[in-house]
């Protein structure tokens, strides 16, 4: 089991920045990987960014990359989400997800364990 504790949402202006910190507790492996995933209103939840437990890999959506980076501190246990250049369409509830069996990293349903989210909300 994982247990996955999201925070740092909140309210920012549009290009405005956020970091957001997933505080992970349980059975990490070195096979885990670490994901964000977002949902806004009447969407589908997004992936966004992820990373390997053990090596530091990271991958990203194609829209994400050059505006967030992902990282993490295994030593702490965390998993960060830096986000930059924030729009309004970047506005949702922003989720981290782990798992160890994922065959696909972009696809929510591979990911074994979530978070409760944080919101975060990008004003104009």
């Known amino acids: 089991q994982v247990q996955l504790v999201e925070s740092g949402g909140g309210l920012v202006q549009a290009g405005g920045s956020l970091r957001l910190t997933c505080a992970a507790s349980?059975?990490?492996?070195?096979?885990?990987?670490i994901g964000w995933f977002r949902q806004a209103p009447g969407k589908e939840r997004e992936f966004v960014a992820a990373?390997?437990?053990?090596?530091?890999?990271?991958y990203y959506a194609d829209s994400m990359k050059g505006r967030f980076t992902i990282s993490r501190d295994n030593a702490k246990n965390m998993v960060y989400l830096q986000m930059n250049s924030l729009k309004p369409e970047d506005t949702a509830v922003y989720y981290c997800?782990?798992?160890?069996?994922?065959?696909?990293?972009?696809?929510?349903?591979?990911?074994?364990?979530w978070g409760r989210g944080t919101q975060v909300t990008v004003s104009s």
């Open positions: 990373i390997t437990w053990s090596r530091g890999a990271t």
């Open positions: 349980g059975r990490t492996f070195g096979s885990t990987i």
């Open positions: 997800a782990a798992g160890s069996l994922i065959r696909t990293i972009s696809k929510a349903d591979d990911y074994a364990f």
